[in-house]
């Protein structure tokens, strides 16, 4: 039953873009698809929870599934992550967090399987829940719980659509944030152990410092290999900045989050986060005390907090476009075909609610917001990501080439269908005070005659090609070099 290394390897490359942890849970199901598209996503995810499709033992509701399904043209790829909440079919009843093994095993099964045939040749990934090492919050199971559960969903899924991938719950944070040995990695060599023949796709979370990437998807090879079952990686998740990268920010954190938790996680259906969202608890007090000293808390922190000074806001934006661009092209460089930003945008309309920790670690990198109930909102991200695609449009292959001149420099090369070849740079700096350095004068072989040059901002860049080398003044902002192209060529 062991499928061969590539033989669900994604043809050529997308990028994609996640909806986030729900849809159509909080509300009726949006449109999300046309935006996501419109910024040059090739792919989507999005969220299906078992408590939306079979809410009663035998009743199904496809308005959920049918409003996804909708929004598609047939040019972009589906990834829907697949959760076992329910608030009668699964041990922990729920209809949100955290997903639990279900009661009958062979009810998963026909859950799955309807799922999958309702979306046959249209869905393209199908995830068995997400995170699974995250246990109590993102699953209140054991590894080999989550193992049957696998097995399970692989077995109904390739019977609904054989041509369908199964993707490994995502390996996140608390996985490659660990060290090797940690309990979360124990988690994922139990589940590979006994799970090495129940999926196609193995999906790692890319969040925090770029230049890990590398290293982190060649960890979660190596974790493959060493169980027998190397499969293609795919970037379920990437975003960054994140508090967690700062060690400033990182030990204020820390200490907030112990009161946070200090009665322990504990189950979060729509209704108990409705009705939390009005009391008085250890979160909420944490996150007040924190918002009531922010003017003496590091910058590195505030610029991640609700109504932090104008100037720390936007630099909050420029490190997030660097970073989108630098982790992309290093995931691609790694040989992943597939990769998903976290996030569009926020789960529903509305003003953002400050004092819930998730909106202080991952709020902000919402590349959308709302405007009178529509996705309306473009920050500086969507931008950025619009012009990445655009860059990538036909990319066949990403290559990172090694340069002595200046020492440390990022540079990659992209092979391109039916278009010249584009050269990335950047110069590695500290991310936030980095801009602040002048850049670094740089020669590189180029085979045109012409360039242009654009930054991850958008904004030209001056070059000049001499004696068929190209000249270029470089920053940590990522930079896209291309020969000029003549009308009619």
């Not at 696998?150 to 077995?155: F, Q």
């Not at 659509?161 to 369908?164: G, K, S, V």
């Not at 922190?301 to 660097?322: K, Q, S, V, Y």
């Given at each position: ?10 043809p ?11 849809y ?17 996503a090739?792919?989507v995810?999005?969220?299906?929870y ?6 009663e ?13 909708g ?6 790829e ?13 041990r ?8 639990s093994?279900a009661?009958d095993?062979n009810?998963?099964a026909e ?7 309702r ?10 829940d ?16 989550y193992?049957?559960q ?6 109904a899924v390739?019977?609904a659509?054989?041509?369908?991938a ?12 660990s060290?090797?040995?940690s ?17 196609d ?18 960890a979660?090879?190596?974790l493959?290999r ?6 293609p990686?795919?970037?379920?998740e ?6 967690f990268?700062?060690p400033d ?21 729509t ?16 996150m ?6 922010m003017?003496q808390l ?35 460089a ?8 976290w ?12 004092l ?9 990198l ?9 996705l ?5 991200a969507?931008d ?26 990022y540079?990659?090369?992209?092979e391109?269908?039916?278009?010249g070849p584009?050269?990335?740079l950047?110069?590695?700096r500290?991310?936030?005070?980095g ?7 740089v ?10 040059a ?21 920053s940590g ?13």
């Open positions: 039953m062991t499928q061969a290394t590539d033989a669900y390897e994604p050529g490359i997308r990028l994609g873009i996640v909806r986030g942890v729900s159509g849970l909080f509300g009726p199901p949006g449109t999300f698809v046309p935006q996501a598209r419109s910024l040059g090739g792919i995810r999005a969220y299906v078992w408590s939306q499709v079979e809410p033992p035998g009743r199904y509701r496809w308005d959920v599934v049918d409003a996804l399904l929004q598609l043209d047939g040019d972009e589906v990834w829907i992550t697949l959760c076992s909440s329910s608030p009668w079919a699964t922990t009843p729920t209809d949100f967090l955290p997903p093994p009661h095993l009810a998963y859950f799955v399987r309807r799922v999958v045939r979306c046959a040749g249209r869905v393209h990934y199908w995830q068995c997400n995170e699974p090492s995250n246990t109590d919050l993102l699953w209140a199971g054991t590894a080999d719980e193992v049957a696998l097995r399970v969903m692989y077995a390739k019977e659509d054989p041509a369908a199964v993707v490994l719950g995502g390996c996140g944070y608390d996985v490659l944030g060290e090797a040995g309990e979360p990695w124990r988690f994922f060599a139990q589940v590979l152990s006994g799970g090495r023949d129940a999926f796709l193995f999906d790692v979370h890319l969040y925090g410092d770029t230049a890990a990437v590398p290293a982190h998807i060649e979660v090879r190596e493959m060493a169980h027998g079952c190397l499969r990686v795919v970037v379920g990437y975003g960054a900045p994140v508090p990268e700062f920010a990182q030990a204020v954190m820390y200490e907030m989050f112990a009161e946070a938790f200090a009665e322990g996680a504990h189950v979060q259906s209704g108990e986060l409705a009705a939390r969202a009005r009391q008085d608890t250890p979160e909420r007090r944490a007040a005390a924190l918002y009531a000293r003017p590091p910058p590195r922190l505030r610029m991640f907090m609700e109504g932090c000074p104008p100037e720390l806001e936007a630099r909050r934006h420029r490190i997030n476009c660097r970073q989108l661009v630098t982790c992309t092209l290093q995931a691609l790694a040989g992943v075909r597939r990769t998903l930003y996030n569009l945008a926020p789960e529903v309309p509305g003003p953002a609610d400050p819930q920790i998730m909106h202080l670690m991952f709020g902000k919402a590349m959308l917001g709302y405007r009178d109930g529509e309306a909102v473009r920050h500086p969507a950025t990501f619009a012009l990445l695609a655009a860059q990538l449009a036909g990319a066949r292959r990403v290559t990172r080439v090694q340069c002595a001149d200046p020492p440390g420099l540079a990659f090369e992209v391109r269908a039916g278009r584009l050269l990335v950047w110069d590695p500290d991310m936030v005070d801009e602040d350095e002048p850049p670094v004068p020669s590189w072989p180029w085979p045109a005659s012409t360039a242009t654009v930054d991850a901002f958008g904004e030209p860049l001056a070059v000049e090609v001499r004696d068929r080398r190209l000249l270029v003044a470089v902002t990522p930079v896209f070099i291309s020969p000029v192209v003549s009308p009619g060529t």
